[in-house]
């Protein structure tokens, strides 16, 4: 899960390694995830998206697991960078018709040298 | 140069004063939609539109109104009925989703701090 408030989740990851970002989601109706990377006053870029009838899509150096048995998402990222530093968001579409996005509170990503 | 456009990039007001922010697309996408974040928490929605003349409220609609009187433009006014308006606020915009959600994009956010 993640937690509200003021003081996201971090991940510290040295430079080179691989990252995981994980997130829970409560919906068994949702059928549509994204993931987001927001740097310090800035809006949030996308990273990737997946739908429901996959489990796992790739792009450049990250790749989005959906484990709908459990209802989990994770963000990997692999050589993590010092410009992957940012806060990642993950949102889910809950089935509707909308396109609205539901948002998690975000996992703060540090990489140190 | 594609995108969304918001503006200004930090506003203050002073308490009991309405205020509008502004969010302009050249994308050509037919849905819009305005979010708040408060520092270390997620986005929550306050209206989105999907066609011109036509917007539906939000999670936490209260205390905001918009139009949507041409497709590129999707105003935000922050009335003084919001209790608590400082905050940053971001645009985003999509593809009509009739075949399914969309990823949205985002616009770079305005900082507004009520004084």
């Known amino acids: 899960g993640e937690s509200v408030g003021l003081h996201l989740p971090t991940l510290s990851v040295q430079e080179g390694d691989n990252s995981i970002i994980n997130c829970a989601y409560s919906?068994?109706?949702?059928?549509?995830f994204i993931w987001y990377k927001q740097e310090s006053g800035k809006g949030p870029q996308f990273i990737i998206d997946i739908r429901s009838n996959m489990d796992k899509r790739q792009g450049q150096r990250v790749t989005v697991l959906l484990n709908k048995t459990v209802k989990h998402l994770s963000l990997q990222i692999a050589a993590t960078q010092p410009g992957d530093s940012a806060v990642y968001f993950c949102a889910e579409n809950t089935g509707d018709s909308w396109g609205k996005l539901q948002f998690g509170a975000g996992t703060q990503v540090v990489v140190t040298p | 140069d594609g995108g969304i456009t918001q503006s200004p990039k930090y506003l203050f007001r002073k308490e009991g004063q309405n205020v509008t922010l502004s969010c302009e697309q050249n994308?050509?996408?037919?849905?819009m939609y305005w979010y708040r974040q408060d520092p270390g928490q997620g986005l929550r929605l306050i209206y989105y539109?999907?066609?011109?003349?036509?917007?539906q409220k939000g999670d936490i609609a209260e205390g905001y109104s918009v139009s949507r009187e041409k497709k590129e433009s999707f105003p935000l006014t922050v009335t003084s009925a919001q209790k608590n308006p400082t905050a940053f606020y971001l645009c985003?915009?999509?593809?009509?989703?009739?075949?399914?959600?969309?990823?949205?994009?985002f616009g770079p956010g305005t900082r507004l701090t009520v004084l």
């Open positions: 539109s999907q066609i011109v003349n036509d917007f």
């Open positions: 994308l050509n996408h037919d849905a």
């Open positions: 919906n068994s109706a949702s059928d549509y």
């Open positions: 985003a915009s999509s593809i009509y989703p009739a075949g399914g959600p969309h990823e949205q994009f």
